[in-house]
Nanobody
């Protein structure tokens, strides 16, 4: 059974950094056969795509709102994907989810990701 577990969320001051982790298990085709995306959802807002990394880790996609501040990477030996978040702003506050895509490539759209983690809260506040 496919399982994704996020960790690393918390409370941070504006301008600070956090690193989220997404640990995966249960991939029938092997963990490195799926692109992994990061999404977030703030209260009263729709879930939005933040970043995505292809199955090989060779290509990434970012939302305009986080370009230059967030970086996603993956360690396929550890079945883990990371989201390094720097220069955090209050508007980055949300529940962050990782999700496994249908294939190896990235399309930062919710419908492209059938498998989701439970989410981790990120709060940026002074």
């Amino acid at each position: 059974q496919l399982q994704l577990v996020e960790s690393g969320g918390g409370l941070v001051q504006p301008g600070g950094s956090l690193r989220l982790s997404c640990a995966a298990s249960g991939f029938t085709s092997g963990y490195n056969a799926n692109a992994i995306g990061w999404f977030r959802q703030a209260p009263g807002k729709e879930r939005e795509g933040v970043a995505c990394i292809t199955s090989s880790g060779g290509s990434t996609v970012y939302a305009d709102s986080v370009k230059g501040r967030f970086t996603t990477s993956r360690d396929n030996a550890k079945n883990t994907v990371y989201l390094q978040m720097n220069g955090l702003k209050p508007e980055d506050s949300a529940v962050y989810y990782c999700a496994a895509a249908r294939s190896r490539s990235c399309v930062l759209s919710l419908a492209y990701f059938p498998s989701w983690g439970q989410g981790t809260q990120v709060t940026v506040s002074s």
